[in-house]
């Protein structure tokens, strides 16, 4: 049902390098979020967006960054990954108005070594 | 300062009984709420929500009850199968922020 796409599922790095997590939904929703969840914790809210050119920081500290520079694509970037990076990351998306589902992908596991 | 818990982490409950997963919440502003179900290394998946107008809402073996004065939800599975073994999120929509605050979550396990 879900049209959100995450890439790669599973990545395991060296401490320093960068990357950067994709995801993309092809439901023409304008908010997209992305999530950070470790084992037994809640979903902590690290970047989200209302629409092309707009980013927004989350609750979570992150020293991530993103960008939304087409309303599908909304990528998160990791400079120099952090064995503390290490976690899963969940891209979502939602129509526009109140009281909406929220869609995820199937998430990224981030292992920094 | 947690908005949304779910203060049971586990639980553990026959094949063909009910399950049933508490949630609480503390700001009164919240008026959506919806339950997720996540497997280990997946994507939560959406499973039922219900507005503030309402006390009850219904989908197949899903059942959600909402007690407003309580500030509390509750999400009733039943008969409750071997597959709906995971791990369930409460979350809360915010209509000041558009954010969605979620719970710890609380694993389920059904016993065969």
């Known amino acids: 049902e879900a049209d959100i796409y995450q890439t790669p599922r599973y990545l395991v790095i060296g401490t320093g390098k960068k990357i950067t997590l994709e995801c993309s939904q092809t439901?023409?929703?304008?908010?997209m979020y992305w999530y950070q969840q470790d084992p037994g914790m809640e979903l902590h809210l690290i970047h989200y967006?209302?629409?092309?050119?707009?980013?927004e920081k989350g609750d979570l500290s992150s020293e991530s960054t993103v960008s939304r520079i087409r309303t599908e694509h909304f990528p998160l970037t990791l400079e120099s990954a952090r064995p503390s990076h290490t976690s899963q990351y969940l891209c979502?998306?939602?129509?526009?108005?109140?009281?909406?589902?929220?869609?995820f992908g199937s998430g990224t596991q981030l292992s920094v070594l | 300062d947690q908005q949304v818990k779910q203060n049971s982490p586990s639980l553990s409950v026959q094949e063909g009984r009910i399950s049933i997963l508490n949630c609480d919440y503390t700001?009164?502003?919240?008026?959506?709420f919806l339950w997720y179900k996540k497997y280990p290394a997946e994507g939560p998946t959406f499973l039922i929500s219900?507005?503030?107008?309402?006390d009850k809402n219904e989908d197949g073996r899903f059942t959600v009850f909402l007690n407003k004065s309580a500030k509390h939800l509750s999400l009733h599975i039943v008969p409750s199968q071997p597959g709906d073994s995971a791990v369930y999120f409460c979350?809360?929509?915010?209509?000041?922020?558009?954010?969605?605050?979620f719970g710890t979550g609380t694993r389920l396990k059904v016993l065969a």
């Open positions: 979502a998306s939602s129509e526009q108005g109140l009281n909406e589902k929220l869609f």
């Open positions: 439901m023409g929703h304008d908010k």
């Open positions: 967006s209302y629409g092309v050119n707009s980013t």
């Open positions: 700001n009164s502003m919240f008026d959506y």
């Open positions: 219900i507005s503030s107008i309402k």
């Open positions: 979350a809360a929509f915010d209509s000041g922020t558009y954010k969605y605050i």
